[in-house]
């Protein structure tokens, strides 16, 4: 599931994995973490975790998928 909008203020609007509804992360996009990163970020709606697997490149997030945080 690839589903994510990049905002002017440098947020990302998500969907959650839980209750579908969208809201906004805010995930580090500098050199020091090109590539492969994960983040666990709690809905601003529902509370439930979100783990957020996410790439980066030199234009910012590439690829962003939302599963379920509670492993
Ligand atoms: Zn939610």
Excluded: A, R, W
Excluded at 8 to 14: E, K, L, Y
Excluded at 41 to 63: A, F
Aim: hydrophobic share 30%.
């Amino acid at each position: 599931m690839e589903d994510f909008i990049k905002t002017n203020d440098g947020f990302i609007q998500v969907t959650c994995h839980f209750c579908f509804e969208p809201f906004e992360v805010q995930l580090e996009v500098s050199s020091e973490n090109f590539l492969k990163n994960s983040e666990i970020i709690d809905c601003t709606i529902c509370c439930n975790p979100n783990k957020i697997d996410y790439e980066v490149d030199e234009s910012g997030i590439i690829t962003l998928s939302i599963t379920d945080g509670n492993d």
